[in-house]
Structures are given as structure tokens and as C-alpha cells.
């Protein structure tokens, strides 16, 4: 004989208060969800999952090199150089494995 099973109340996790809060500001950051968990009590984290959860507009942060400058990937720049030289990309085969700064150099002197 088994025990029917019994429905338990699940616990909200972010209250009518706190999602009127979210939904006061009209931009997301990384800044704007530090200060909305501030104010409600929960972390970061949290604040951006449930921006997202609730269909709203979030700006994600890029991420950047120790020298400032953003995060590109070698066969992007391949192509641009491949680009800049009026030429298949895949005639620049292997060029990918050159170091990052060697090949920015390269497209800089060619553009």
C-alpha cells in the first residue's frame, strides 16, 4: 500500500516587492544588478538570472585584455586580413597559429 503523495507549498523566491524593483529600472548592467541586489538582498547573480528569467533586456560585459583592449579571436582576424588582401581565407591557412600580436601588426600595416 502506498502513501499518496502530498503537494507541499514551494517557497517564492523573489517576492512581488522585489520583481517590482527589478522592473522599475528600464537598462540592465553588471552596475544596475549590483545595486538591485543590494537593495533586495540577494546576490548579483542571482538578480541578473532572474532579469533574464523575466524576459528583460540585459547588456552583458564584454570581456577585455589585461591591456584594456577587447577579446577578439585570431580567425577574425585572419579574415580581416584576408579581407584587406582581397583574398580566400582559406589561401591563409594556418596563419591562425601566429601569435595575436604578430598577426594585429600584419593587418595594421596592410589596411
Known sequence: MSL???KTAKAVN???DMVAVIKGY???DADVAQDI????GKSRRS???KIKSLGLPYAIKRPTRKDGSPVSRK???VAAIAKA???PVDDLDGLAKAPRLALSNLLMNIS
Open 85 to 87: 588582401l582581397d583574398m
Open 37 to 40: 541586489a543590494d537593495q533586495i
Open 75 to 77: 580567425a577574425d582576424t
Open 14 to 16: 523573489y517576492t512581488a
Open 26 to 28: 528600464d537598462s540592465f
Open 47 to 49: 538578480v541578473i538570472a
Open 4 to 6: 499518496p503523495k502530498i
